[in-house]
Each structure stands twice: as C-alpha cells, then as structure tokens.
C-alpha cells in the first residue's frame, strides 16, 4: 500500500514537472527578441545558468514595441504586444494569436524594438539629473539600468546596473544597433563628433599637426560603453546598451584591451563564485596629450562659442563593484590614454593596488603596465573615493576579491 501510495505521488510530481517550461539564454530565444516582461519587470533568469523557470499557466508579456508586429510560424495574426502563458517544455499558448501551441525560441518581432533614455526626477552627484534607458509598453516604461549624466559638459558620470551570476550567461550573437541620443545632447552632432573624421577635427584643433601621432590605424577613440552589451542578458537589455549616455570617448587600446579583459574576467568570476552585484561604471576628469609647442592640453570632442566645451575624452575609465549583502566593494581603474609613459601613468595611480602581486586577484588576467592594453589599478572603496567623490554613499567593510 505504501508503495502504490509513493509511486501516485511520483507520477504527480513528474507530471506537474514535465507541464513546466524551462527556457535558457543560450538556446530558447530569437531574434530579433521581443522585449519581455514578467510579473511587471523586464524578464531575468531564475537560476545562476541562465534558466528561466515557469509553471504550467504562468504567464510572459512579450512586445516588439508601438510600430513592431510580433511573428511566429503559428501567428494567425500580427500584434505589437501579447501576454502568452506557459504549457510545457518550451512550448506556449494565445489562442487569439496562435493557432496551436509553438516554440518560445520562434517569436520574435519584424524588426528590433526600438529602446529610448528617459530623463526622472531623481538627481545624482550636484544634482545632475538621472537618465533611465529602457523600453516604454502599453504607456509604461521599464528601465533596463540609469545614467547619472552630466547635462552641461554632456559626458556620464557613471551607469548603474545589477550585475548576477546569470549575467555570464548572456544571449550570443545579437546585433550591434547605432548609438541613440534621444536629445541629451541638444544641437551638438554626437554622432558625427564620435567619428573618425569628427573626432580627428576635434582633437587636431588641441594638437594641430601632432594629429596623426595620436589618432591612426592603431589607436583611435572608440564609443566606450560604461555599461557593456554583454553585462545584459537578453537581446532586448544588450541592444539598450548602445545609447550616448553609456557611452564615452575611450582610446582603442584601452578598449579592447584591458578594459575588455575586466569585463569578460569579471562576468565569468561573478558567476563561478555566485556574487549579486551592483556596478557603477564611470568616468572621471580630463586626459592630456602635448601639442606642438610642447603644452599638455586637455582633450574635448566638443568645441562650442569660446570657452564651451563639451564631451570630454576622459582621463580615467572604472568599474566600481559591490556587493549589498556582504558590504564589500572593489573599483577597477583603467587611464585612458595610450600615449603617457609607465612612470607617468604610476604617478596617476592615486591608491594602492589592490590587485597587484595579489593570488586573490588571479582571476584577472589583464596585463596593468601594457599601454597598449591601458594602464590599470584596482582600489579599495574609501581610496577611491578619497579621489573620485561622486558616488553615491553606501556602506563597505571590506575588499570584495
């Protein structure tokens, strides 16, 4: 009786378990995606690999936006917005938009819907404003990280976002769209400035005929995202990436060099020891380079009515990363400028390395005195911000490693 009775309750379990659908990053989502909403939030993984996690019947709000249509080989009609619900495996249902059950992995929209930055009420370091960056469904916006933005020199001061042990699990191959401003940037020609030829003028109108020392095949500035592509999930969350205010003049090198590094080693540590994270990825003041009489100016992409300036390249890229739960913090700091010597860059280092001929650190695989690769240095919080004081406060006690 006792084993008739275990062996009823199994079979319910395994029918209650197989009704579930489970959709992971890697393998159950299209493109172009659908933003996707669950329980009122952009969607995110129930588990550390990846996996999202339904019952029968739970319910996703998918959307390609107000002037996107969803598809799907068993559409019977076009929609830009639709809540479909869970049957089992990867399989969902709408009977008014699907004529039988279908694959998740096969929605997917007629083109990318479009992300946009709002300006909040909220205000960051001296009262700059905070600017969301997301996505607006049915009237109602849903941000995927913020900017504290500086609206007068028209340069972020840091982007904040959450970043999981999922987060290395990230959807591959999405698309890279253009840059939007969405008018943060008033009449300035962001997207012209940011291009080679633009940022060749700009920078040659500091250093005259040095220009192509500094700017050529080998080191330009690229559009250096604060809070990258790949520290998104989904397709929907890495393509909002791509927006002025997470974005700044960042030399090559530095780039895709060890800046790039930090973001591939520090995702795939995130996940193995399993931290939630919050980031602050900044910016912080001014770089140089000498001019043909021999002066070190500072360097601007923007050069308005003498003396507006805006858009400045800047002097230092960082990664500040804590975590709430145990109170620890960590900032990672790249110079961002390939042409100052080794003894010029360590006279910046305005902390001790924290990172340096450190075993607890030897996940990082960057390459700190390559100038080629950028100049980097790690810092405790409070040496950090003995030096770089637009944080906001919160409370650390120790190293995050």
């Known amino acids: 009786m006792l084993h008739k009775l275990y062996m009823l309750i199994l079979c319910i379990f395994n029918i209650q378990n197989t009704q579930r659908c489970i959709l992971n990053t890697r393998i159950d989502f299209g493109q172009p995606l659908p933003v996707i909403l669950r329980n009122g939030k952009l969607l995110e993984p129930d588990d550390n690999n990846g996996n999202v996690i339904l019952d029968h019947g739970d319910v996703l709000t998918i ?23 869970c049957e089992s495996g990867d399989r969902f249902k709408n009977d008014a938009l699907l004529n039988f059950p279908g694959s998740f992995s096969l929605f997917h929209c007629n083109d990318a819907p479009d992300y946009h930055s709002r300006r909040t009420n909220r205000t960051c370091f001296e009262g700059l404003p905070i600017i969301e960056v997301g996505y607006t469904i049915h009237n109602e916006f849903y941000p995927s990280y913020e900017t504290c933005f500086n609206d007068v020199m028209f340069n972020p001061i840091y982007s904040k976002y959450t970043q999981k042990p999922y987060n290395a699990l990230y959807q591959t191959h999405v698309e890279r769209p253009y840059f939007q401003d969405n008018y943060n940037y008033k009449n300035i020609p962001v997207d012209s400035l ?66 790039n590094t930090l973001e591939v080693k520090l995702r795939d540590h995130i996940h193995h020891v399993g931290y939630n994270t919050v980031i602050y990825t900044g910016t912080y003041g001014v770089t140089q380079l000498t001019n043909q009489y021999g002066q070190r100016v500072d360097l601007y992409l923007h050069r308005g009515a003498n003396p507006n300036v805006g858009i400045p390249i800047p002097q230092y890229f960082y990664k500040v990363v804590y975590e709430p739960s145990s109170k620890r913090g960590i900032a990672y700091v790249g110079i961002n400028n390939p042409y100052y010597s080794l003894r010029e860059a360590k ?21 700190p005195d390559n100038p080629s690769e950028g100049y980097t240095f790690c810092c405790s919080i409070p040496d950090f911000r003995a030096t770089i004081n637009h944080l906001p406060y919160f409370d650390v006690c120790g190293v995050l490693i």
């Open 347 to 367: 006279d910046m280092f305005f902390c001790q390395d924290m990172c340096r001929n450190n075993n607890s650190f030897s996940w990082l695989t960057w390459h």
């Open 194 to 259: 940011f291009s080679q030829i633009g940022q060749r003028a700009a920078v040659a109108q500091m250093v005259g005929p040095l220009i192509d020392t500094y700017i050529n095949k080998n080191e330009y500035l690229s559009r250096g995202h604060l809070a990258a592509k790949t520290d998104f999930v989904y397709a929907f969350t890495e393509r909002a990436t791509f927006h002025y205010v997470n974005c700044a003049p960042q030399w090559s090198g530095l780039n895709g060099g060890n800046w």
């Open 63 to 85: 959307s390609c936006g107000e002037y996107r249509s969803i598809r799907h080989p068993n559409a019977i009609q076009e929609v830009p917005t639709a809540i479909v619900s």
